[in-house]
């Protein structure tokens, strides 16, 4: 889990096969206890088109607006690319031409969660190395992964003190909200009267803060609630490891699971952060948006937003080709079928 940058490299070459393999009955169980992770845990989709494939087929737009980075992570390349189409489509909205870096970059942060720090730090040096060219031009870096940005934030001036070019990219990247309020003079923000109940990223509040994201909401003129909800609970790869699912559910259904499931299913469920999205999925009928989803949804629906409940449903995180994995879904009934009697075995084993 803690090179996951790694498997997902792999895993977009080949992408319906892995997604077949982790959603098998018996063999999805296979795979979860070999890596020491939780059955009763649903493995999150690979995209069948990463963002970045799907920015370099379709080319930049605005060739004469300011330019800004949108930072492709790994969660949003290669899980919910749908978040990161919707965050170029809003800045190209507001007038400024979106850069997508090509290269093969990453911040590292599940490394720390598991001491790699010398892997760490290779991935920030080559982190350095193609985005300094960038902020050397003074050009924003926007992230949409709140752990991401704390990386920038907190952990690369840290890790490199003495590099000016590491100490400009941490200063010269913002989330998204940041960016949006920080440029908002210059473009008008959509309306959106609607209900929203907000959960923060630990590694937000901790870094950055929510402030940005309030100002924001009340911009699009949300009426949003921001519990005290705390922790998630799955919080990165932990909730995922075997011995930690029962705790992770603890401590999600100590405020924030709860209040999801009470609410109208009109209201609009926001969290930025990978994780604190997949425990709301995995563990309700809900599931929440993006920041950015939420002002795409007030271009293309107006103050009102969309009709019916469940607005979520208008903007998935993914979506599957499903036409060209027909012949894989028809071997999964075979492939659980000779699964399912070793995973027997290997349990009385």
């Known amino acids: ?8 490299r792999l895993a977009q070459h080949v992408p319906r096969l892995v997604n077949f393999a982790t959603k098998t009955p018996g063999l999805k169980e296979l795979i979860q206890k070999a890596a020491g992770l939780a059955t009763e845990r649903e493995m999150p989709p690979f995209a069948t ?41 809003v800045l190209e909205h507001a007038g400024y031409r979106v850069i997508v870096p090509q290269q093969p970059l990453c911040c590292g942060r599940p490394l720390f969660d598991y001491g790699m720090l010398e892997t760490a730090k290779a991935f920030f040096d080559r982190l350095v190395e193609g985005l300094c060219p960038y902020v050397r031009e003074g050009v924003p870096i926007i992230g949409l992964e709140p752990s991401c940005v704390a990386a920038f934030r907190d952990e690369l001036p840290n890790m490199l003190p003495h590099e000016e070019d590491a ?3 941490s200063r010269d990247t913002l989330t998204l909200s940041e960016f949006l309020t920080q440029e908002a003079q210059h473009f008008g923000l959509p309306k959106l009267n609607r209900k929203a109940i907000v959960h923060g990223h630990c590694h937000q509040k901790a870094i950055m803060g929510m402030n940005a994201e309030q100002e924001l909401y009340s911009k699009l003129g949300l009426d949003f609630e ?15 490891e075997h011995d930690k699912y029962d705790l992770s559910r603890k401590i999600g259904e100590r405020r924030l699971l709860p209040t999801v499931r009470n609410v109208d299913r009109n209201t609009i469920l926001v969290a930025d952060g990978f994780s604190c999205k ?17 002002v795409k949804m007030a271009l293309d629906h107006g103050e009102n937003g969309p009709e019916g409940d469940y607005p979520e449903r208008r903007y998935p995180d993914v979506i599957l080709d499903d036409g060209k994995g027909l012949k894989l879904r028809a071997a999964a009934a075979v492939g659980g079928t000779v699964a ?3 995973l027997w075995r290997l349990r009385r084993k």
């Open 278 to 294: 997949t425990q709301v999925e995995h563990a309700t009928e809900r599931r929440a948006l993006h920041t950015t989803q939420v």
């Open 49 to 89: 088109k990463t963002f970045k494939a799907w920015y370099k087929e379709r080319g930049p737009r605005n060739p004469e607006g300011s330019p800004v980075v949108l930072f492709p992570d790994t969660f949003n390349n290669y899980f919910h690319p749908e978040v990161a189409k919707a965050a170029t489509e």
């Open 340 to 342: 399912a009697p070793l």
């Open 167 to 169: 100490k400009r990219l």
């Open 226 to 240: 921001v519990p005290d909800s705390g922790c998630c609970g799955l919080a990165g790869s932990w909730g995922f």
């Open 1 to 8: 889990m803690g090179v996951i940058i790694f498997h997902a």
